[in-house]
C-alpha cells in the first residue's frame, strides 16, 4: 500500500542553517503530496504542496518539489530560525481519498 | 475566523467511563476526519464522514463510534474507554468531499484513560 517515510528525529540545529528533512514516498498512482507543521500544544498546520511531479511548493522560506524519479519530495530552507523549531509531517493523498497518509514526523530544534 | 474547534483540551478518565470529545468547524467544510497521534507512529485515521449522516471507518476504528448528523459537528465517542486509547486526538476537516486538497486541523485533545 502507499506509504511515506521521513528522516527519523530530532534534527537540531543552530540558527541561521540550512535545513533538510528528507521524505520518501510510496504509491501505486500519481498523488499529492504535503508538508504539514506541528507547533508545541498546536494541532497540524499545512506548510505547503504539491499536486503533480515537478512541482514545487513554498512557504514562510521553506521549499519542497515533487520529485517523481526519486518519489521524494524533501523539505529544504536556507536559513532556520528558533521559530522554526516544530515536528514536521511529510504526507500524501489522492483527490479521490478518504484520507491522508502521515509519515512519522521529524521533530526540529533549533538553537539560538 | 476560520478554525476547527475541539472540547476539551485535555481529559483525564477511567476506564470504562463513556466520554464524548466534540468537534465543530465554521468553515462549511463537506469532509470530516479524526485522528490519533502517538509517538513513532505519527497519525492514523480513526474515522471519517463525506457528508452529513455518511461516515465511515479508518484504519483504527475500534473502540470508537462517530456521528454526522450536522455538517458543522463530528463528535468522537469512546463507549468503554481503555487505557491503550491514551492518546493525542486530532479532528480534521476539508473543503472537499475528500481530503485532497488539505485538511484543516483543530488544537487537539489529550486523553489519558487511567
Known amino acids: 500500500g502507499d506509504s511515506v517515510t521521513q528522516m527519523e528525529g530530532p534534527v537540531t540545529l543552530s540558527e541561521e542553517a540550512f535545513l533538510t528533512i528528507n521524505c520518501t514516498y510510496t504509491?501505486?498512482?500519481?498523488?499529492?503530496l504535503f508538508w504539514y507543521v506541528q507547533y508545541p500544544g498546536e494541532g497540524l498546520q499545512l506548510l505547503l504542496k504539491a499536486t503533480k511531479a515537478d512541482d514545487k511548493g513554498s512557504n514562510k522560506g521553506f521549499e519542497a518539489t515533487y520529485r517523481k524519479e526519486t518519489t521524494s519530495f524533501h523539505l529544504e530552507k536556507g536559513s532556520v530560525q528558533v521559530s522554526d523549531s516544530a515536528v514536521y509531517f511529510c504526507?500524501?493523498?489522492?483527490?479521490?481519498?478518504?484520507?491522508?497518509?502521515f509519515g512519522s514526523g521529524t521533530r526540529l530544534s533549533i538553537r539560538p | 475566523e476560520a478554525q476547527v474547534t475541539q472540547n476539551p483540551r485535555y481529559l483525564i478518565t477511567v476506564t470504562g467511563k463513556k466520554l464524548t470529545v466534540t468537534c465543530s468547524q465554521n468553515?462549511?467544510?463537506?469532509?470530516m476526519s479524526w485522528y490519533r497521534q502517538d509517538p513513532g507512529l505519527g497519525l492514523r485515521q480513526i474515522y471519517y464522514?463525506?457528508?452529513?449522516?455518511?461516515?465511515d471507518k479508518g484504519d483504527v476504528p475500534e473502540g470508537y463510534k462517530v456521528s454526522r448528523k450536522e455538517k458543522r459537528n463530528f463528535p468522537l465517542i469512546l463507549e468503554s474507554p481503555s487505557p491503550n486509547q491514551t492518546s493525542l486526538y486530532f479532528c480534521?476537516?476539508?473543503?472537499?468531499?475528500?481530503?485532497?486538497?488539505?485538511?484543516?486541523f483543530g488544537s487537539g485533545t489529550r486523553l489519558t484513560v487511567v
Open positions: 464522514s463525506m457528508n452529513v449522516e455518511v461516515t
Open positions: 504509491a501505486t498512482g500519481y498523488p499529492s
Open positions: 504526507a500524501l493523498t489522492y483527490s479521490s481519498a478518504s484520507k491522508i497518509i
Open positions: 468553515m462549511n467544510h463537506e469532509y
Open positions: 480534521a476537516s476539508s473543503l472537499a468531499p475528500t481530503g485532497g486538497p488539505g485538511y484543516t
